[in-house]
């Protein structure tokens, strides 16, 4: 049987991509992964499998991540991916294409805008609306951003954090800066070459960020295995890495984003600024739950800082809102056809 028009929200995330499917709720959450063949450009995996061969593929196959920064790196493979999204989302055949609404970092370009736009297009959307990620975590997380007051929200992503101050259902003050999961797996990367002379893979990475990773220094020390190649002997190596050295690899992004949090703050209008005081600052995305970082975070800026529940699913669940209330919400979209 052929069912009408389907509505799909999407958060393109730089390290995962989740997907909500109108009247199904979150459908799937997949990695932002796509691996190919090298030379036929067959695509052979999309999402978790195409993960698992990140560092692990013979040379005739690549695994892409198409997202950097919270941009589109590569648009091919961005819309290869979208149309996997999309039609494994709709999952029968549909009488109209799906009406889609994407998740985008704030302070992105036009150009970046229309990329997003023209992917979702040729991946076979009908028509594609386009909202920023911290007006949908907002939303999300459950703030009323009608009120004439001051909400704020600091989304820590893959790619990116998003800084935004929210009042009456706009946004009045944001910033974007580039350091999100993927700076911090980076970061330790980096540290664990710099003190250990040993060379780990980005999955490494991540897992050790998930195990032991922490911001605050007081925090009790918690320790993990890696396993990975000695630079000096060119042979595999166990060490042992602890939340002491994890809070040290990742002072540097961490302190970006603190940066970044408190130049937001500083243009904020006083009013909002003292509302703000009082209700306190909303931290969603998967960076938030770092260990320690709401708590360096409130002690750096003076403010209270609050986890918000389920941090990883904020975003998409700010674009299911928008779909069930789309009068109310109109507003709230950035781009795309002016009514839903």
Known sequence: MLGLSTDIGIDLGTANTRVYLKGKGVVFREPSVVALDAETRKVLAVGKEARMMI???PGSILAIRPMKDGVIADYEITEVMLRHF?????GRKVLMKPRVIICIPSQVTGVHKRAVLE????????????????????IGAGLDIWEPSGNMVVDVGGGTTDIAVISLGGIVVADSCAV??????????????????????ERTGEDIKIQVGSVYPQAPTEAAEIR???FVTGLPKTISFSSREACLALCEPVNEIISSVKGVLERTPPELAADIVD???????GGALLSGFARLLSEEIGIP?????DPMSCVIMGAS????????????????????
């Open 321 to 340: 809102k928008i779909f069930e209330s789309p009068k109310m919400f109109e507003n709230s979209l950035v781009a795309g056809a002016k009514s839903m």
């Open 86 to 90: 999309i039609s494994r989302a709709c």
């Open 279 to 285: 209700r306190g600052i909303v931290c969603t995305g």
């Open 228 to 230: 990975g190649r000695d």
């Open 305 to 309: 800082v609050h986890i918000a529940e």
């Open 55 to 57: 560092g692990r593929t």
């Open 119 to 138: 992917a979702a297009a040729q991946a076979g959307a009908r028509q594609t609306f386009l909202v920023e990620e911290p007006m949908a975590a907002a």
């Open 180 to 201: 999100g999961g993927d700076k911090f797996d980076e970061s330790i990367i980096r540290y664990v070459r710099r003190e250990h002379n040993l060379m780990i893979g």
